[in-house]
């Protein structure tokens, strides 16, 4: 099954930017939708944004439309998400995932370890 590893988190003032890569280590990569999930201390794990198997339709949550951007290389079996205008709410473990099958509404099975990102103001 899928093995997924997170980088790229960090400390970072308000304003500031961080990118976080997501490397996939399944041979069938670009078969399947992905999403970044953060979680905060004492609060539950929330969607942040999401990308179809070929790149082609991206979803995100409110809180971090125009702010936040996802992708992907299928090539490099890479996912990304670009964020930018960090605030401190955005302080959370972000996760990323892979849904189990090909169905748009298909359920995300396979969880990486997280990746702290912390942003200061």
């Known amino acids: 099954q899928e093995q997924l590893v997170e980088s790229g988190g960090g400390l970072v003032q308000a304003g500031g930017s961080l990118r976080l890569s997501c490397v996939a280590s399944?041979?069938?990569?670009?078969?399947?939708?992905m999403g970044w999930f953060r979680q905060a201390p004492g609060k539950e794990r929330e969607f942040v944004a999401a990308?179809?198997?070929?790149?082609?339709?991206?979803d995100y949550a409110n809180s971090v439309k125009g702010r936040f951007t996802i992708s992907r290389d299928n090539a490099k079996n890479t996912m990304y998400l670009q964020m930018n205008n960090l605030q401190p709410e955005d302080t959370a473990a972000y996760y990323c995932a892979r849904r189990r099958g090909g169905n748009p509404g298909s359920e995300y099975g396979y969880w990486g370890q997280g990746t702290q990102v912390t942003v200061s103001s």
């Open positions: 399944g041979r069938t990569f670009s078969l399947y939708g």
């Open positions: 990308i179809n198997w070929n790149g082609a339709r991206k």
